[in-house]
């Protein structure tokens, strides 16, 4: 599919800045996402001194060290980039951000690059440097589909990643996720949105007189059971705003016979850590394990959000050696369930002409890609495929975090999200199924923004509607449509 560069009009409705003059000049940031007030002062010594520090204590100096030996110029990862799709900014072309550290890497951290910068009367790192880093890594959505095509198998997702987990450390991380993430460590409720135990309760009471009454059987969402099969954690606001998701995989697993339980003391699935900070990322996935501890689990379940499956999948048994636990999304449950003839799903429910969004998070490393399509096709009839499907799917436009940054919606729906409209579009689909919490925010608002006619759902959205559970009534379409 070929991809025409956004016109004048949008170009400049994404990248218009909101923010007051007397706050970017009282930062030294022309940022266009908000970040909360921080020392300026003497910025590319902290900075330094931060990845210094990183270096010292983490193994990404070999990776600086690799990468900045070889090619970061031959621009290939363009035809991967859909930031550039959009643009057509060199600015944009992933070799071009990640080279922005690995010269400040030469430079600072080697031998070669001290020598030649006295030669040359390089003075290194500015603060003007630093401001073009703090802009240009966070319009990455860190989806990593450039990986693809490196012929050096430079990885710019995870140089994004560290560059990120720099900037945080002098004070540069977008508010949004600086926010969330104190609640979540430090808050009174310890989770992303602020919900209560009280108001979860009364949610997962009312959750099951829901499928009580829609599916005429008894499903439980169990709290604080010792020595289930999963302990399962999902991203917190799907509790609230993803009614059908969440009954949907509670259905799957009780039509399963699946031991699981919610834990009261940690029910956030959620860690943007992946999104700027190993700190942080290690910090939350050590309140995971304490709370699987707690209650014995046996696994760990993530429900629909790849972000959250992949820092639990990639990371807990690295940093959480405590109380090693196999890790599983929900997608990967659902599917053996349905291999095992578990699962009763009506093939004349959906009738609409459905299509498969891959999440980055769960497709991009082969992980999860097929067995979201096979649960799909058992019930769904018009299943249609988009092209550069699975682990070249192309991003919802929102990742790295980047969704969560509700200043820069414009750049993320007009730039971010364009190619995946388009893509979309060409599919002919009628409903559109991202599995994932992240993908269905950014996609909802991309839908509003492009004005695409296509009904967004997760997954187990529509197997909800299509499941028919063990002592409970058989679904007719007329019933299920009007959820």
Request: glycine residues 8%; hydrophobic residues 35%; aromatic residues 8%.
């Given at each position: ?33 908000i ?11 902290r ?22 030996r070889?090619?970061?110029r ?33 430079r600072h ?21 630093i ?16 990986v ?50 009280p ?29 289930a ?8 606001s ?37 999104f700027?900070s ?18 014995k ?73 097929d ?78 923004d ?12 529509i197997?909800?509607?299509?499941i028919?559970?063990p ?13």
């Amino acid at each position: 599919m070929k991809f025409d560069p956004i016109s004048d009009k949008d170009r400049q409705k994404a990248f218009t800045n909101k923010k007051k003059p007397e706050v970017i000049q009282n930062q030294k940031l022309p940022t266009r996402y908000i970040v909360e007030d921080h020392p300026t002062e003497d910025r590319p010594r902290r900075f330094l001194e931060a990845m210094a520090s990183i270096l010292k204590h983490t193994n990404y100096g070999f990776m600086l060290d690799h990468f900045s030996r070889v090619s970061t110029r031959c621009a290939r990862c363009t035809v991967q980039c859909q930031i550039h799709m959009a643009t057509g900014d060199q600015r944009d072309v992933p070799c071009y951000r990640s080279e922005m550290l690995l010269s400040i890497y030469r430079r600072h951290f080697t031998l070669g690059g001290a020598l030649k910068a006295r030669l040359t009367g390089d003075v290194g790192l500015t603060d003007e440097k630093i401001q073009e880093m703090a802009d240009s890594f966070y319009n990455c959505t860190a989806c990593r589909r450039c990986v693809l095509e490196c012929p050096m198998g430079i990885d710019h997702g995870l140089i994004t990643h560290l560059t990120r987990w720099i900037l945080a450390e002098i004070g540069i991380v977008p508010r949004a996720l600086a926010v969330s993430v104190r609640e979540q460590l430090v808050g009174e409720t310890r989770n992303t949105s602020g919900i209560t135990l009280p108001a979860l309760k009364d949610t997962l009471e009312f959750l099951e007189e829901d499928l009580l009454d829609l599916k005429g059987a008894e499903v439980k969402f169990p709290l604080d059971q010792e020595g289930a099969d999963f302990i399962f954690f999902a991203p917190v606001s799907d509790y609230m705003m993803e009614a059908e998701t969440m009954m949907g995989l509670a259905a799957s697993l009780h039509a399963g016979g699946a031991s699981w339980t919610i834990g009261s003391q940690n029910y956030d699935g959620i860690n943007y850590g992946l999104f700027y900070s190993d700190t942080i990322l290690e910090r939350v996935l050590k309140n995971m394990e304490a709370e699987a501890k707690r209650l014995k689990a046996k696994a760990i379940l993530i429900g629909e959000c790849g972000h959250a499956s992949r820092t639990a999948k990639v990371f807990y048994n690295q940093f959480c050696t405590d109380y090693p636990l196999p890790v599983y999304n929900i997608l990967e449950v659902t599917h053996k369930f349905l291999k095992e003839g578990k699962l009763k799903l009506h093939d004349d429910i959906i009738t609409e002409k459905v299509t498969y969004h891959d999440p980055c998070n769960l497709a991009r490393s082969g992980w999860v890609i097929d067995q979201g399509r096979e649960i799909l096709k058992a019930f769904c009839k018009n299943y249609v495929e988009m092209e550069h499907a699975g682990r070249n799917n192309i991003c919802c436009g929102g990742g790295g975090g980047t969704v969560s940054i509700d200043e820069i919606r414009p750049y993320r729906t007009m730039i971010g999200g364009k190619a995946k409209a388009e893509q979309v579009k060409a599919s002919g689909a009628e409903m559109l199924v991202a599995p994932c919490a992240n993908c269905k925010k950014q996609l909802g608002e991309v839908i509003a923004d492009q004005k695409l006619s296509v009904e967004l759902v997760g997954l187990h959205d529509i197997l909800l509607k299509a499941i028919e559970l063990p002592g409970g009534t058989r679904p007719t379409r007329e019933d299920m449509m009007m959820m």
